[in-house]
Every structure is written in structure tokens, then in C-alpha cells.
């Protein structure tokens, strides 16, 4: 069965740290991959994707794919407790369909 | 765009009762989505859309849930009838698919239903 890995958490950083994220995946054929920020109450909110190895950047945020490994990271720099949310990590598996599957989310807490 | 819209936001109803969400995708978004989100199960696929035709509804847990679009800008999901073990918050998404290596997905605010 084709699975998207996270560590369930909570990861607790101080205002003003990096927040690292990780995620896994078992299809080595996968594609894209995308980060969905989800606040307590709130629908997931893209806020990430990325297709090809290395890092992409996007303000404080910045993706990072490792293909031959199977594991995605998402790094928040300069961490506010606004950021305090639960992070989705979703990869397109192979097989036709391109549809996303969906980690169970990373729960993350920025203390000031 | 005022993004995907769902109604109800809330919905309580009494078990044995029909239930029916409803969800308007992005303009021009082809691919729509139905989820389920609870705690134990995180954030389930239940069935989707492709250009209104039901591609993939293996999700749908049992015959009382059933889906339909009938048009571009609407959907439904209905559950007849409601139980329990349905309580959950329920999402719809779109997205558009401008090719097989990109389907970012949006979002609607999602329906909480609570089926006592």
C-alpha cells in the first residue's frame, strides 16, 4: 500500500527558530508534492508544492525534495507563533490517477 | 474567486435521518474532491470528480453515502441514512489540471456533522 509518513508530533521551537518538518513516501515513481498548513477548526491551505530535487523558496518557508531518499521537508525560518498549526504533507503516487494521498499531519507549536 | 464554497458550515441531525452537503468548486477547476477528516482517520478521500463524472469513489465507506455532480459548479454528498460514526468534518476541494506532474488542490471551509 502506497503511504505518506509524518511524525504526528507535537514539535515544540521557540519564536524566531527553524521549524523542521519531515515527511516519507513508499512510491519512488512520485512525482509532486505539496505542504497544506491546517490551523485548529480551519480547511487545509496550500501553501507549498514542489516537483523536482533540491530546495524551493517562498518567503520564510522553503521546501526541500529528496527523490532517491523518498522524504520531503518543509523548513519554517524565523518561526511565529502564528505559525502554530498542523502541516499536511501530500504526494501525487504513481498509477494514473496523480491523485494526492495525504499524511496524517505534523503538529507543530512556536512558544514565544 | 471566492474559492470553494460548502454549505451547511454546520450540521447536527438525529440518526436514521438524510444528510446533504453541498460544495460549489473554483470556476474552471475540473478535478473536484469529497473528504472526510476525523481524529482517528486524519483526512480520508471519499470520492472525486473529473470533468463531473465520478472517477474513483472506492473511499465512500458504505452504500448510505452516495455523491453526485450534475453540473460544473456544483456538487452533493449525501448520506441516507446518517449514523453516528459519521460525525466528522467534511471537505470538498478542486482543482484544475494543467498536467499530470501538478493538482494542487483547494479547499472549502469544510461541513461539521454531528449525527447524534
Known amino acids: 500500500q502506497k503511504e505518506v509518513e509524518q511524525n504526528s508530533g507535537p514539535l515544540s521551537v521557540p519564536e524566531g527558530a527553524i521549524a523542521s518538518l519531515n515527511c516519507t513516501y513508499s512510491d519512488r515513481g512520485s512525482q509532486s508534492f505539496f505542504w497544506y498548513r491546517q490551523y485548529s477548526g480551519k480547511s487545509p491551505e496550500l501553501i507549498m508544492s514542489i516537483y523536482s530535487n533540491g530546495d524551493k523558496e517562498d518567503g520564510r518557508f522553503t521546501a526541500q525534495l529528496n527523490k532517491a531518499s523518498q522524504y520531503v521537508s518543509l523548513l519554517i525560518r524565523d518561526s511565529q507563533p502564528s505559525d502554530s498549526a498542523t502541516y499536511l504533507c501530500?504526494?501525487?503516487?504513481?498509477?494514473?490517477?496523480?491523485?494526492?494521498?495525504f499524511g496524517r499531519g505534523t503538529s507543530l507549536i512556536v512558544h514565544p | 474567486d471566492a474559492g470553494v464554497i460548502q454549505s451547511p458550515r454546520h450540521e447536527v441531525t438525529e440518526m436514521g435521518q438524510e444528510v446533504t452537503l453541498r460544495c460549489k468548486p473554483i470556476s474552471g477547476h475540473d478535478y473536484l474532491f469529497w473528504y472526510r477528516q476525523t481524529m482517528m482517520r486524519g483526512l480520508e478521500l471519499l470520492i472525486y470528480?473529473?470533468?463531473?463524472?465520478?472517477?474513483?469513489d472506492s473511499g465512500m465507506p458504505e452504500d448510505r453515502f452516495s455523491a453526485k455532480m450534475p453540473n460544473a459548479s456544483f456538487s452533493t454528498l449525501k448520506i441516507q441514512p446518517s449514523e453516528p460514526r459519521d460525525s466528522a468534518v467534511y471537505f470538498c476541494?478542486?482543482?484544475?489540471?494543467?498536467?499530470?506532474?501538478?493538482?494542487?488542490?483547494?479547499f472549502g471551509p469544510g461541513t461539521r456533522l454531528t449525527v447524534t
Open positions: 501530500a504526494v501525487n503516487m504513481t498509477g494514473g490517477s496523480y491523485i494526492p494521498t
Open positions: 470528480f473529473n470533468n463531473n463524472v465520478p472517477i474513483d
Open positions: 476541494a478542486s482543482s484544475s489540471s494543467p498536467g499530470q506532474s501538478s493538482y494542487e488542490q483547494y
